[in-house]
């Protein structure tokens, strides 16, 4: 098993509701904003949650503050002159935003960013052994949860020796999340896994995420475009728009939903829509009317 260290079980008699409500929950974030240069306001009061080994979707068009989002939690917007300016963001029980990314990762909350961002002069093992940086428990543990990754990704087992600006897209996928992997997580934000892949690819990414959260136990954020695979594979969904929450629910009821359906996942009527010829919407969201 990768890590989880799962929670001490006590009588309900015990436990206060709210404290039992945010055990249940390995990250919240509370009315967060985000301001880049000290002047552009980019997410507008977000808030959502991740259940403790769930799988949650956060839907949106490019530009929406998906990304945003996540190097808020993960602590990466400093290098892009941006900083969190309200609201407050809780991983595994703690406040995160006084933390460095590093700590966090030591922690068990690591982030897989958007373009994958492999080392491309290093080989593919190089790169997962990269991802153990921060760990303490010595080469035995390493090398265990090396062979884990690979009996995950056997393509990437196929491929350790190889260069990883070589490997293909989809393999430098499997890369990054691998390193991922090898920090021992509690929880991966996984920025836009299907960007530039194949729909197969794409299917066989998602299965392994799958396998991961069911058998590892590890949570997953999902900053994602492609809305139909990632309600698919995710147990609750929050939609972004212009930095902002503006619809959230468990996943099934997202995909019937018939404004999800229409700006979403192309679907009008019941039917597959094509928007190549059409000037505007029919029919305007409901949440923005």
């Known amino acids: ?22 055990a249940a929950r390995i990250l919240t974030l509370n009315n967060v904003e985000v301001v880049y240069d000290h002047v552009i306001l980019v997410l507008k ?3 959502l949650d991740v259940a403790r080994g769930g799988i949650v979707a956060l839907l949106g068009a490019n530009g929406a503050g998906k990304s ?25 029980g703690e406040e995160v935003k006084a933390r460095a990314p590093n700590e966090l990762v030591r922690s068990g909350c690591i982030q897989v960013m958007e ?16 991802g153990a940086y921060t760990r303490r428990d010595g080469a035995a543990g390493i090398r265990r949860d090396l062979d884990l990754v690979y009996s ?45 892949l194949a729909p197969q690819i794409v299917e ?16 997953f954020l999902l900053a994602e475009q492609n809305a139909n695979m990632a309600l698919k594979y995710a147990r609750y969904g929050y939609i ?16 019937e939903n018939e404004d999800v359906k229409e700006f979403y996942l192309g679907i ?19 949440w923005l009317a």
């Open 152 to 196: 995950y990704f056997p393509r990437l087992n196929e491929r350790r020796n190889a260069l990883a600006g070589y490997t293909s897209g989809g393999e430098q996928q499997m890369c990054a999340l691998g390193r991922a992997l090898m920090s021992r997580p509690k929880m991966i934000l996984l920025d836009e896994p299907s960007m530039g």
């Open 68 to 92: 945003t989002t996540l190097k808020a939690i993960s602590n990466l917007l400093h290098a892009e002159r941006g900083e969190v300016t309200k609201g407050s963001i809780v991983f595994d």
């Open 45 to 47: 009061g977000v808030s």
């Open 268 to 286: 009008a009527e019941g039917k597959r829509k094509s928007f190549r010829n059409a000037k505007h919407y029919k029919r305007r969201k409901r």
């Open 204 to 219: 066989e990414i998602f299965e392994i995420v799958h396998r991961l959260n069911e058998k590892e136990g590890v949570s």
């Open 1 to 22: 098993m990768l890590h989880v260290d799962r929670m001490t079980l006590v009588t309900e008699l015990e436990v206060k509701p709210e404290v039992a409500a945010a």
């Open 240 to 255: 972004l728009e212009n930095g902002r929450i503006v619809m959230d629910g468990e996943a099934k009821a997202l995909r």
């Open 115 to 130: 373009g994958r961002h492999c080392f491309e002069h290093l080989t593919v093992e190089e790169n997962l052994l990269t």
